[in-house]
């Protein structure tokens, strides 16, 4: 269902007008609520994501309430060269992009020596390898053309403070901060800015069946310790989103910007309090994470 409206954001109607924006990730939860924001506000919009059908119906879904363009692409950014023929499509389409949004990723709560190699690989594959690749796929295009462009990479607040029981996410997604960072100042001056979003809780369906495993993303009451008492809400984060890829914010660059109510600076915004869970807690989490993975799996089209 959409999510959105014209009066959610904070914007006037027309502002992302001839802006060409691809966002990872984007059939669901943040990605899709952020594609939702920018077709509102007149940008052509393209999210990709392993689930074909996913992506699509995301896609018409948010044509049918907003209109505009929307296009959803089966892609599957573990793979190089199938992140070189998204983009390849996507430039055929209509031109250069104006912005990408490295928002797929991958996550699981595990203790840190329950790991095997395919699980630390199974989700810095995804975050720190794939979002690269796209970010370099498109970077060497705006180069070599000219163009201005804007990427905004998401996060997690665990970049500053580390994630204990979610090392392989924290581990890339510090990695993604100090790409956000490097690049602000190797390709600000040729056109192409860098910022990032870390975000605290937001209920997602992905987010909490491999996060929160076994809590519907409305049945728990927020975290406590969260400043200002609430979980974050979608709209707030999309009004972040537009702000870091529009022009008006030209001069941000290498930036990254907590939207947590606070949660990190008050109780690190992490999962330590798993520390207290022994063996039958884990076991139980881990059948239901593996099950959600298997349920998403069974869609994926490529
Ligand atoms: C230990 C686990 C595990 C678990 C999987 N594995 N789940 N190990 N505990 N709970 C291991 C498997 O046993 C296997 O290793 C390896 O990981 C690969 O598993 P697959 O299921 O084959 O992986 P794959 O199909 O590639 O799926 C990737 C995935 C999956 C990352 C595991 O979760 C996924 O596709 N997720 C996409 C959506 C998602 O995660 N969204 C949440 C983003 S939220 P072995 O050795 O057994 O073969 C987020 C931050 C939120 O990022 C921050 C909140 C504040
Ligand atoms: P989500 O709905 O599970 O989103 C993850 C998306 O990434 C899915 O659409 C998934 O689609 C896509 N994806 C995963 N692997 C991919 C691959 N190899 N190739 C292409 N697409 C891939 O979870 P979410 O909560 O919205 O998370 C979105 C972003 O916000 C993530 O970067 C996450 O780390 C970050 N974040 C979320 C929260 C939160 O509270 N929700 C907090 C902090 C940060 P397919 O499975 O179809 O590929």
Partial sequence: MAELT?????????????????????GTGLGKVMAEACLILGAEVYICGRRGGVVEATAKELTDAHGGKCVGVACDIRVPEAIADMIETVWADGGALTGLVNNAAGNFISRTEDLSARG???????????????????????????????????LTTWVWNGGPFTVPSAMSKAGL??????????????????????????????AWARLNPGAGTDSEPADPTIPLGRNGEMRE???????????????????????????????????????????????????????????????RTV
């Fill in 120 to 154: 630390f690989d199974a989700i810095s594959n995804i975050v720190f390898r794939g979002s690269f690749f796209v970010t370099l796929e498109c970077g060497k295009r705006w180069l070599a053309e000219g163009k201005h462009a804007s990427v905004v990479s998401i």
């Fill in 237 to 299: 984060l999309a009004n972040l989103a537009v702000y870091l890829l529009d022009t008006g914010s030209a001069y941000v660059n290498g930036q990254t910007i907590a939207i947590d109510g606070g949660s990190h600076l008050q109780s690190g915004g992490g999962f330590n309090r798993l520390a207290s869970w022994g063996d039958a807690e884990w076991e139980a989490a881990r059948d239901s994470i593996r099950s959600a993975n298997e349920k998403d799996r069974a869609q």
């Fill in 177 to 206: 901060n100090v790409m956000t960072q490097s690049l602000a100042v190797e390709w600000g001056g040729r056109g192409v800015r860098f910022n990032a979003i870390a975000p605290g809780p937001f209920p997602t369906e992905g």
């Fill in 6 to 26: 014209q009066n959610d954001l904070m914007y006037r109607p027309g502002l992302m007008k001839g802006q060409r924006i691809l966002i990872t990730g984007g």
